[in-house]
């Protein structure tokens, strides 16, 4: 049965998430091709780690040259397949100090659970062609059960009647399958899955964008030869660490490709990596209240 179902998918997806439980800002990337194209896409990515040195890329630890040189190769190669439509990288973001989040008793796993939700229906359902089968590589340090998901898929299917709520008693229900069309989950170890590293790169860089936008601008001030224009108390905010400089120029880097290709990313004007057409094949979506009622779920009280 399972080598079955593995022949029928037609598309692969890789997905991570970082801090889901804490700062101001929280975020998911999803990254998507077809399951035809990963052989080749893979050798590339495992090609240009080991040139770099590197047996994992993480974002957590962009501490020096090496790590950013590895950064923007990624990047490159991102850019370069996006722009032929071979992968799409979509990256959702939460603000935990809007309407929606600041809220007594916020169930931060039940909420991470919702955002997949809107990222699979909005990435899985609208962005790929009619007909598609997914295989779904979540990396497997998260704060959600994929194997009890995937027994679910398994096991119940058959048996158990599809309810509205995605999220009954706090997992996921069978919309996975019917309705985004996942046909198998497969947690993976993310040292062994450059697309799980690609998908922690640019869920990083999002992040970082929006809660470190001012020390980039500082950063950027300051390689612009523009420091004569700051009063010695201002000038002491652009001491920033070595972790931020190396951050700062894999933004900025990023930032010019992304002009130079017209992928539609804005950095400036949100303050921190945003897509506004979100048709675009990288995709920088920030989540936002959908209206007055549309609150994050709390924790219930036994």
Request: hydrophobic fraction near 35%; proline fraction near 2%; charge should be positive.
């Amino acid at each position: 049965m399972a080598n079955k179902r593995l022949a029928a998918v037609t598309h692969l997806a890789f997905a991570d998430e970082k801090d889901y439980n804490r700062g101001r800002y929280r975020g998911i990337a999803l990254v998507s091709l077809k399951n035809e194209d990963f052989g080749s896409f893979n050798k590339e990515l495992i090609d240009l780690l080991d040139e770099s040195d590197m047996r994992e890329f993480e974002w957590k630890k962009l501490y020096g040259a090496r790590e950013r040189f590895a950064a923007l190769k990624m990047i490159d190669f991102a850019i370069k397949k996006a722009i032929t439509g071979s992968i799409r990288i979509d990256t959702l973001t939460w603000d935990t100090r809007d309407s929606r989040h600041k809220v007594k008793g916020r169930d931060d796993i039940a909420n991470l659970q919702r955002m997949y939700h809107h990222l699979f229906k909005n990435v899985l359902c609208d962005k790929w062609p009619d007909g598609r089968i997914w295989q779904l590589f979540p990396d497997e340090n998260t704060a959600l059960d994929w194997n009890r998901i995937q027994d679910f898929l398994d096991f119940k299917s058959t048996k158990t009647e599809v309810r509205r709520d995605l999220f009954s008693k706090g997992k996921f229900n069978l919309r996975l399958k019917r309705e985004f069309r996942i046909e198998c989950i497969t947690s993976c170890e993310s040292n062994k899955t450059p697309f799980v590293q690609l998908a922690d790169l640019f869920v990083g860089l999002s992040i970082y964008s929006r809660s470190c936008f001012d020390r980039y601008t500082n950063w950027k001030v300051r390689n612009t030869n523009q420091c004569a224009l700051f009063t010695d108390d201002q000038a002491t905010l652009l001491k920033l660490s070595k972790s931020d400089q190396e951050r700062c120029l894999v933004l900025d880097e990023f930032d010019k490709k992304c002009k130079k290709h017209r992928l539609g990313v804005s950095l400036k004007t949100a303050r921190g990596l945003k897509t506004f057409d979100h048709s675009k094949p990288i995709n920088f979506w920030w989540y936002e209240p959908q209206y007055e009622l549309d609150k994050a779920p709390c924790r219930v009280r036994k």
